[in-house]
């Protein structure tokens, strides 16, 4: 067999921006539910340390969204099954405080979730995505912690697009050399997180001045995928297979937990939080493709039929000569 034929080779490149306007540290987490056969999700958790400081929490999306794509998930982690998914260890959420936050205790610790209510939630369309803001000053006397969360969940329309099926515009003499060359089909694809980059970031984001005193302790990246794909993992915090009963009531709807692997990449900054962090991925999936399997059958078909009818002419001709 020849060397693998890479018929796909797309890239992605998301550069998002977290800032808080008010006190400005905190932990990025980026959960990504990649479905290369449909629709991909990421979960956006943000953990602000100055709570009871901070005024606005403001996200750029590098994608349009509108707030009927928005799902708060601080209502889900009532599960306990889900808290320990996403925690790794036994939690408790009381959400009968008030309607504007719970509060989440685990590993000794207490800290707020913030409900993301249409009220102190606000969504600006700028030139090339989506500027998320969650008014914090607002519920300010609801917080009972100085730690708090905001976690929700959108499409991630940029992994979509790469994952979407095109049109092969090849030449036919071409496509037919390539399905006669492998049948082995590789599609690969880069995909880049960039948080706080300014060359990624719009020029109005870029502008913004508590931008760039934002301080970002660190920044935790996963992605769950079919484990047909595979990814780079040499830099990889963490790999497991997905705990589907942990998952099945939390991940998005229809996306299958049986068999997928979960990655996990960390990135700590004890000094200069101001940098910004990037986290890049190769996502190759090979198969076989069945039209060069077809193919390959033709030939066989139409080398077997021709063979025949060679070996016919051939005795049909001795016949005269005899």
């Given amino acids: 067999m020849k060397s693998l034929s890479i018929k796909t080779r797309k890239f992605a490149d998301d550069g998002w921006g977290i800032w808080i306007d008010g006190d400005d540290r905190s932990t990025v987490y980026l959960n990504e539910w990649i479905n290369p056969k449909g629709k991909s999700y990421v979960d956006i958790a943000i953990r602000i340390y100055g709570a009871k400081k901070a005024n606005e929490l403001n996200i750029y999306v590098p994608f349009g969204i509108t707030a009927d794509e928005i799902t708060d998930l601080s209502v889900e982690l009532e599960d306990d099954a889900i808290l320990r998914g996403l925690f790794n260890t036994n939690g408790m959420v009381d959400a009968d405080k008030n309607e504007s936050t719970s509060e989440l205790k685990y590993d000794g610790r207490t800290v707020s979730l913030?409900?993301?209510?249409?009220?102190?939630?606000?969504?600006?369309?700028?030139?090339?995505?989506t500027v998320?803001?969650?008014?914090?000053?607002k519920i300010q006397e609801y917080i009972t912690s100085n730690e708090a969360y905001v976690i929700f969940r959108i499409p991630h329309k940029t992994l979509d697009k790469i994952f979407s099926p095109k049109m092969d515009v090849m030449g036919g003499m071409e496509r037919l050399k390539e399905l006669i060359s492998s049948p082995v089909v590789m599609q690969k694809y880069g995909y880049s997180i960039r948080i706080n980059e300014?060359?990624?970031?719009?020029?109005?984001?870029?502008?913004?001045e508590v931008l760039h005193q934002q301080r970002?302790?660190?920044?935790?990246?996963?992605i769950s995928i079919d484990e047909e794909y595979e990814l780079n993992d040499s830099n990889c915090y963490r790999i497991r297979r997905m705990e589907e009963d942990l998952y099945k009531d939390y991940a998005p709807h229809g996306y299958g937990c049986?068999?997928?692997?979960?990655?996990?990449?960390?990135?700590e900054r004890d000094k200069n939080m101001k940098a910004h962090y990037n986290f890049y991925f190769d996502i190759v999936h090979s198969k076989i493709s069945q039209n060069s399997v077809f193919v390959y059958l033709?030939?066989?078909?139409?080398?077997a039929v021709a063979g025949c009818a060679i070996y016919d002419i051939i005795i049909y001709l001795i016949s005269l000569f005899m």
């Fill in 216 to 222: 970002i302790r660190k920044a935790l990246v996963t």
């Fill in 258 to 267: 049986s068999d997928v692997i979960t990655y996990q990449w960390v990135e």
């Fill in 132 to 137: 998320v803001t969650v008014n914090i000053h």
């Fill in 298 to 303: 033709m030939i066989v078909l139409i080398t």
């Fill in 114 to 129: 913030i409900n993301l209510k249409s009220e102190i939630l606000k969504i600006k369309q700028v030139s090339s995505g």
């Fill in 198 to 208: 300014a060359r990624l970031l719009p020029k109005e984001i870029n502008k913004i």
